[in-house]
């Protein structure tokens, strides 16, 4: 039964870490549980247990972090995530500066070039710092 605890402690906090480590010690703590419901010694149960960890951790554990990683989309954060975006000035923007709305926010921006009236659309091009690099949006079909 303390095995069976020991498994139920680790994927508790496997839950939090979301790594598959403890995922695997607690696959080695079911081990040692079988171990002990065969009624082997303490001293095998252990040794069965880190054995069953070990194997997890060295063979499981890459397949199933390769197997989650290949699924699983990567996703732009912070200041990225707005690169390619449209926003809307708000100032008249230019090489010197203004500002845009961009995802309900105002950010200062700034072209590499031609100068942009308040109101018209523009899309991100990059992010510089804290400051957002804009050009005119382009209308399709025109």
Same mark, same amino acid.
């Given at each position: 039964?303390?095995?069976?605890?020991v498994a139920?402690?680790?994927?508790?906090?496997?839950?939090? #870490?979301?790594?598959?480590?403890?995922?695997?010690?607690?696959?080695g703590a079911?081990?040692?549980? %079988?171990?002990?419901?065969?009624?082997?010694?303490?001293?095998?149960?252990?040794?069965?247990?880190?054995?069953?960890?070990?194997?997890?951790?060295? %063979?499981?554990?890459?397949?199933? @972090?390769?197997?989650?990683?290949?699924? #699983?989309?990567?996703?732009?954060?912070?200041?990225?995530?707005?690169?390619?975006?449209?926003?809307?000035? %708000?100032?008249?923007?230019n090489p010197?500066?203004?500002?845009? @709305?961009?995802?309900?926010?105002?950010?200062?921006?700034? #072209?590499?070039?031609?100068? %942009?009236?308040?109101?018209?659309?523009?899309?991100?091009?990059?992010?510089?710092?804290?400051?957002?690099?804009?050009?005119?949006?382009?209308?399709?079909?025109?």
């Open positions: 039964m303390v095995w069976l605890a139920l402690v680790l994927v508790a906090i496997e839950a939090v #870490t979301v790594d598959f480590t403890f995922l695997m010690l607690a696959g079911v081990g040692g549980s %079988i171990a002990a419901a065969f009624g082997a010694p303490p001293v095998v149960q252990a040794i069965v247990a880190a054995l069953v960890a070990v194997a997890l951790l060295a %063979i499981v554990r890459p397949w199933l @972090k390769n197997r989650l990683s290949a699924s #699983t989309p990567q996703q732009l954060m912070g200041a990225a995530a707005h690169v390619g975006r449209s926003a809307v000035a %708000i100032d008249r923007v010197a500066g203004g500002r845009v @709305k961009l995802s309900g926010e105002t950010w200062s921006a700034r #072209t590499l070039g031609d100068d %942009i009236e308040p109101g018209e659309e523009v899309v991100v091009d990059s992010i510089d710092g804290a400051t957002a690099i804009v050009s005119r949006a382009r209308v399709v079909g025109s």
